[in-house]
């Protein structure tokens, strides 16, 4: 398995409060991915990463930031969480965006706002 | 945004069973992958499909990319309950590469 862990694994936090999700790989993958996953819609892409300080924005990025240090860590922020913001988070990691990319998941963050 | 449309959406059979599972989008894609999901975890990578027309075999699973590289499937034969599970399909757009998911087929093999 390709060593991604994401921490917390668990949140429940109140509507209006910032949060912070952590990704960390151990691969040296240059790329990183963070992706909601809500029932009825798939994996969704909210940013993504194509080295350090370098990060661009997927399909659902608003009311979330990113911010990559270094290498091994993606940060995923909810400057203001909201209740629409409720679900189950995904890092990824890979070589590079390509037509046979292989993307390793992590365990997944699950995210409740109240 | 290219969307990719799975169906069926939930399919529930009995062990022994065959079974296909379908990947559908009016936008054509460079490649097309297949993941399967169990709960608590990641997707994890079964198989990526290159070329039009592509099949590729894995055990029991049978992937195909249409021709014009716009749909997919994924045939089980003879369904085992360890195939319990979601199965999302992933096209590259042929732009970007980046990698749009299906809404998810969720399998469930009964013994």
């Known amino acids: 398995d390709a060593g991604i862990t994401q921490s917390p694994r668990h949140k429940v936090t109140e509507t209006g409060t910032p949060v912070t999700l952590r990704c960390h790989q151990t691969e040296n993958h240059r790329y990183m991915y963070w992706y909601r996953q809500d029932p009825g819609h798939g994996l969704r892409l909210i940013h993504y990463?194509?080295?350090?300080?370098?990060?661009d924005k997927g399909e659902v990025s608003d009311g979330y930031s990113v911010s990559r240090s270094k290498t091994e860590d993606f940060l995923l922020t909810l400057e203001s969480a909201t209740s629409s913001q409720t679900s189950v988070y995904f890092c990824a990691i890979g070589q590079g965006l390509a037509s046979q990319e292989t993307q390793y998941f992590g365990p997944g963050t699950r995210l409740l706002v109240l | 945004t290219q969307l990719l449309e799975q169906s069926p959406q939930f399919l529930s059979i009995q062990e022994g069973e065959n079974l296909t599972v379908y990947c559908n989008s009016s936008s054509v894609f460079s490649s097309l992958q297949w993941y399967r999901q169990e709960p608590g975890e990641g997707p994890v990578l079964l198989v990526t499909?290159?070329?039009?027309?592509e099949v590729k075999k894995l055990k029991r699973l049978t992937f195909q990319f249409g021709d014009a590289r716009k749909d997919s499937s994924l045939h089980i034969t003879a369904a085992q309950p360890g195939d319990t599970g979601l199965y999302l399909c992933?096209?590259?757009?042929?732009?970007?590469?980046?990698?749009?998911f299906g809404t998810g087929t969720r399998l469930k093999v009964l013994a």
């Open positions: 990463s194509y080295g350090v300080k370098d990060t």
């Open positions: 992933a096209g590259a757009e042929v732009r970007t590469y980046k990698y749009i």
């Open positions: 499909v290159v070329t039009g027309g």
